[in-house]
């Protein structure tokens, strides 16, 4: 998550920080107060600690094998939507589970 906040610093020119939050903590301050539905928040806390285990920390060919171009980086992502990311007034906060 680290090599993700140096692209979003780069993309936004701005000093973005990785902050290490326990799961739990995560979970109570960014997903409870949503009213999510149960499957929903399910689907978060699932997707949040395969990334906090590195199962997407990977680089495949599968998205220009099926769109005929290359995935798009998160710089790029960043870059294109800055007026979005620029928005924000609270910090965003992942987590990694140990």
Same mark, same amino acid.
């Given at each position: 998550?680290?090599?993700?906040?140096?692209?979003?610093?780069?993309?936004?020119?701005?000093?973005?920080?990785?902050?290490?939050?326990?799961?739990?903590?995560?979970?109570?301050?960014?997903?409870?107060?949503?009213?999510?539905?149960?499957?929903?928040?399910?689907?978060?806390?699932?997707?949040?600690?395969?990334?906090? #285990?590195?199962?997407?920390? %990977?680089?495949?060919?599968?998205?220009?094998?099926?769109?005929?171009?290359?995935?798009? $980086? *998160? /710089? #790029?992502?960043?870059?294109? %939507?800055?007026?979005?990311?620029?928005?924000?007034?609270?910090?965003?906060?992942?987590? $990694? *589970? /140990?």
């Amino acid at each position: 998550m680290y090599g993700v906040a140096a692209e979003y610093s780069t993309a936004l020119g701005l000093t973005t920080r990785y902050v290490d939050v326990p799961f739990a903590q995560w979970c109570d301050q960014e997903l409870r107060g949503r009213n999510l539905s149960q499957h929903l928040f399910e689907h978060f806390s699932t997707m949040a600690r395969l990334h906090a #285990d590195n199962r997407y920390d %990977r680089l495949t060919h599968d998205v220009e094998t099926v769109t005929g171009r290359p995935g798009t $980086t *998160i /710089r #790029d992502f960043v870059t294109r %939507r800055k007026e979005v990311f620029e928005k924000q007034t609270l910090p965003l906060v992942d987590s $990694t *589970i /140990r």
